[in-house]
């Protein structure tokens, strides 16, 4: 079955780096997504990678997928009061259909 | 170029009455997904619609929820009759196709007493 895991709660000061961690179970997952939620927002797309990439950068964000133990992380860089939100991971199966299965999202939280 | 669109954005209703909600999708997207997302949780796909088919609605708790997109645009998601479990924000998402990316919109927070 398809499952995927993230941890409830991060906590950074700001200018530091914040690193998001997610684990996932479908190997044949073929996409995998980062989104940013800011309260009583919907969903935003940050970025994603594709299964055979291990590395995606995009300004301060960067997001690395070790698909041998099928973990994703999204590190942003200089972390800013405006960041903190709720992450979710995603992934796209390799099986048929385009929907995607969320991990149960991080909560970044950045002190001043 | 427009977001997804979706009304309303808040809506309080008693147990066993029934509800809908609309969503439009980014001009031009064949693809559109419901999700329902539970305080606390991430969301959770409800039915997917390919132009004015359904894709995958097998999450859908068809005896009480309906989706419709019938001509291949806005597409409707009712509840009926509505239970207390069913108090969750829906999420309208569209996606172009050949493209991996799927625009959300914000939702519709529904609150069932």
């Known amino acids: 079955g398809e499952d995927v895991e993230q941890s409830l709660f991060l906590s950074v000061r700001e200018g530091d780096s914040s690193v998001i961690n997610c684990t996932y179970t479908d190997s044949s997952s073929t996409y995998l997504y980062w989104y940013k939620q800011e309260p009583g927002a919907g969903l935003q797309l940050l970025t994603y990678?594709?299964?055979?990439?291990d590395m995606k950068q995009d300004q301060r964000l960067t997001v690395l997928l070790n698909k041998k133990d099928k973990h994703l992380s999204l590190r942003i860089a200089d972390t800013q009061t405006g960041d903190s939100a709720i992450y979710f991971c995603?992934?796209?199966?390799?099986?048929?259909?385009?929907?995607?299965?969320f991990g149960g999202g991080t909560r970044l939280m950045v002190k001043p | 170029e427009a977001g997804v669109a979706q009304s309303p954005r808040y809506k309080i209703i008693e147990k066993r009455q029934s509800v809908a909600f609309w969503c439009n999708p980014i001009?031009?997207?064949?693809?559109l997904y419901w999700y329902q997302q539970i305080l606390g949780q991430g969301p959770k796909l409800l039915i997917q619609?390919?132009?004015?088919?359904?894709?995958?609605d097998s999450q859908l708790p068809k005896d009480r929820f309906s989706a419709e997109r019938l001509k291949g645009v806005d597409s409707t998601l009712k509840i009926q009759p509505a239970k207390l479990e069913d108090s969750a924000v829906y999420l309208c998402?569209?996606?172009?196709?050949?493209?991996?990316?799927?625009?959300f919109g914000p939702g519709t927070r529904l609150t069932v007493t």
């Open positions: 998402a569209s996606e172009s196709g050949g493209s991996y990316e799927q625009y």
């Open positions: 995603a992934e796209k199966p390799g099986n048929a259909g385009n929907m995607l299965t």
């Open positions: 990678i594709f299964s055979n990439m």
């Open positions: 619609f390919q132009n004015n088919g359904v894709v995958d």
């Open positions: 001009s031009g997207h064949a693809t």
